[in-house]
Each structure stands twice: as C-alpha cells, then as structure tokens.
C-alpha cells in the first residue's frame, strides 16, 4: 500500500507564546520566520495604541495649499501648552513636513521593542512638550521624494496609528493631505467607533471653499463628525494703522458651511509672524504667546476641547 500523502499548510501557525514586539511586523527582523498570526498582531497593535488616546482630531480641508499644517502644528503646540499630552502625527506622505514646525525635520527615528519611538519637542522652558510622528523620519534623505502606490499609503497609515509608540494621549492630532483618497479613508477604517472629529480648514477663496464643501461632505456620509472650520489667510493687518486689509475676494460659499451648521472657529490673518516662526522651526503659540496670532490658536484650542455637541460615541 502506497503511503499516504501528507500535506503542508503553508499558512502561518498560532504560536502559544505571545509576540512582546510592540511594532508592525514589517519591521521585525524575524518576519521571514515567524509562524505567529501577522495580521492579527498588527490589528491588535493598532487597537491598542488607538484605545490609549481620549480624542483625535484630523485637520484636513481637501484642498491643498491653505495652511494644514500650520493649524494642525500650531494647535496641537496650544493644547499641550494647557497642559494636555499632545501627539502629532503628519498622515502627508508626499509632503511630510510636520516636523519643520518644531525644529526636527532631519531627525531619525529608531525601532525598538515597543515600537517606533516618536520625535520629542520641548520648549526651552519645559513646559509644553509633545510627539511627532512622520515619514519624514524615515526617510533616507530630506529631499527624498516618496513615490508610492496605495498600498503602500494604507501600509504606513497602520505603523504611524500602530507601531509609533504615542503612549497615553488626551489628544492625538493628525495633519492630513490634501484630497479625500487613500490616506483618509484608510484611518477613517481604523478610527470607526473611537472618539474622532474633523476641523476643516480653508481660505477665503471661492475654489478653497468648494472642496472643503466636498471635504464636509466627505465627513457627513463617514460619520465623521465637524467640530468645525478654521478661514486661513483671512487678511492682513497692517502693522502701520491696524486696519484689516482683504486679500481674496469674499466668497459666498463660506455661508454654505455656516447653512450646514458648520461653526467657524477662528478667523486667521495671512500672517508673516507664522511664516518665520514655521521656517525657524519655533512655534508662536511658544515663542511669542501674547501676540495675536498666538490668542486666536489659543482660543482654538479651547474650542476644539469642547466636544459636548458631538453625536454620542463620536
């Protein structure tokens, strides 16, 4: 009698031993060779990390150019500055430059066993600190450009909500690129029942305030509630007389937002104080908190810890 054919299950074995790597598998060393359960590890891992943090707030508008990342980086300084743990993850691939904001752009980032350890800022006084997470960590180069497909894209939004060891956080702040694709949809997925909300942010223009309709749009049909929208660019103070100098035309799309129960939560100035202290790598909300930039993030930041009007498990 022929003996009988034995066949191998090719698929990964639960091993008894739980994994201690608190990381995406795609980072360990012994992937080729582990027989544990990889997708589930790496869900669990997400889960986890998510589960540590009280509230996130995307800051996205769809349009690009209209200052994401200043509101995103400046906020997120003045809610730590009240004393909250902050962290801030950029979520734009093609343009990572959230750590431009606090003076880390060329700073590396290592894995160790309980996941990426995020970039730390400090004020020179101590008293407001957060983390930065960002592909700009780790990339090879500053000017590397990052030419990837989706999957790659649904890839890194998993390590930066999953194998960034954030900790424990009241807020976990995330910059988001421009558009409504992979990117947001993919952390959408992820932050399905957690205590998320979005701050739409856009210029005065007619063609910025057309898409962050869509953006609005966008968030009504996810379940993703608005907490509300931040008018970047909104003028220029003259540093003479004072008076509010309007650069774009009015557009009457911004009553539209209003008309959708869409509050607007601050009224910002193109402004030359931001511009130098992003490029200097210094926030103003630390460096100069009494300037009136500084009181309109700090009003900001009060608004944005108001979430009493939210839909109940939002």
């Not at 009988?4 to 698929?11: A, M, Q």
């Not at 200052?67 to 993850?89: P, Y």
């Not at 980032?109 to 930065?132: E, K």
Request: proline share 8%.
């Amino acid at each position: 009698m022929p003996a009988p054919v034995v066949t191998l299950d090719p698929r990964p074995q639960a091993d008894p031993s739980a994994c201690t790597r608190a990381h995406a598998c795609s980072f360990c060393p012994e992937e080729e060779s582990c027989r544990r359960d990889k997708p589930a590890h790496d869900r669990d891992l997400v889960a986890t990390r998510l589960g540590a943090m009280d509230r996130i707030l995307l800051v996205l508008g769809n349009k690009g150019g209209v200052g994401k990342s200043t509101v995103a980086a400046n906020l997120a300084a003045a809610l730590a500055q009240q004393g909250h743990r902050v962290g801030l993850a950029d979520a734009d691939i093609h343009g990572p430059n959230v750590g431009v904001f606090f003076g880390c752009q060329g700073e590396r980032v290592r894995v160790g066993s309980a996941g990426i350890r995020p970039s730390r800022y400090c004020s020179d006084d101590g008293a407001t600190g957060l983390a930065l997470g960002s592909l700009a960590m780790l990339l090879p180069d500053l000017d590397s450009p990052v030419v990837w497909r989706d999957a790659y894209k649904f890839e890194f939004i998993h390590h930066l909500a999953g194998s960034f060891d954030w900790g424990p956080l009241d807020y976990w702040v995330v910059d988001m690129p421009p558009g409504t694709g992979n990117e947001l949809i993919t952390l959408c997925d992820l932050l399905d029942g957690r205590q998320a909300a979005a701050l739409l942010v856009t210029t005065p223009q007619a063609i910025a305030l057309h898409d962050s309709l869509k953006a609005a749009r966008f968030c009504r049909e996810r379940g993703l509630p608005i907490l509300g929208w931040v008018e970047n660019m909104a003028g220029v103070v003259c540093p003479h007389c004072g008076g509010e100098i309007q650069l774009f035309p009015k557009s009457e799309l911004s009553e539209r937002l209003t008309s959708a129960g869409l509050a607007m939560l601050a009224h910002l100035p193109l402004s030359p104080r931001l511009a130098f202290g992003s490029d200097a790598g210094a926030p103003v909300v630390v460096t100069d908190p009494d300037c009136p930039e500084s009181r309109i993030f700090s009003d900001l930041a009060w608004r944005c810890m108001d979430w009493s009007e939210l839909p109940s498990g939002a």
